[in-house]
Nanobody
Framework: QVQLVESGGGLVQAGGSLRLSCAASGRTFSAYAMGWFRQAPGKEREFLAAISWSAGTAYYADSVKGRFTISRDNAKNTVYLEMNSLKAEDTAVYYC????????????????WGQGTQVTVSS
């Protein structure tokens, strides 16, 4: 069982930056691949980035590649999403998720989810 709590969301101007954190409970955090997703009103949940348990592999959606960076610190049971050059279309609720079996892009493959943190980008 893994419990996830996101933080770091807020209101930022277009072109600005934010760093989201996702703190995990449980001693097996390092065994999970971790992902970040977002969901805007009226839209489906969108994959953003994923990182392997060892941090040796990371994937990004084309929409955020080059602007967002996923990282993790297994000693702190925390995964991060550094977001730069933010745009109004990045406005959404951002979620972290944990996947025991695979490093995937599909929300359906993730086993545990946080409650989400709101990111609002003003233009």
């Amino acid at each position: 069982q893994v419990q996830l709590v996101e933080s770091g969301g807020g209101l930022v101007q277009a072109g600005g930056s934010l760093r989201l954190s996702c703190a995990a409970s449980g001693r097996t955090f390092s065994a999970y691949a971790m992902g970040w997703f977002r969901q805007a009103p009226g839209k489906e949940r969108e994959f953003l980035a994923a990182i392997s348990w060892s941090a040796g592999t990371a994937y990004y959606a084309d929409s955020v590649k080059g602007r967002f960076t996923i990282s993790r610190d297994n000693a702190k049971n925390t995964v991060y999403l550094e977001m730069n050059s933010l745009k109004a279309e990045d406005t959404a609720v951002y979620y972290c998720a944990a996947d025991k079996l695979r490093l995937g892009r599909s929300a359906a493959s993730y086993d545990y989810w946080g409650q989400g943190t709101q990111v609002t980008v003003s233009s």
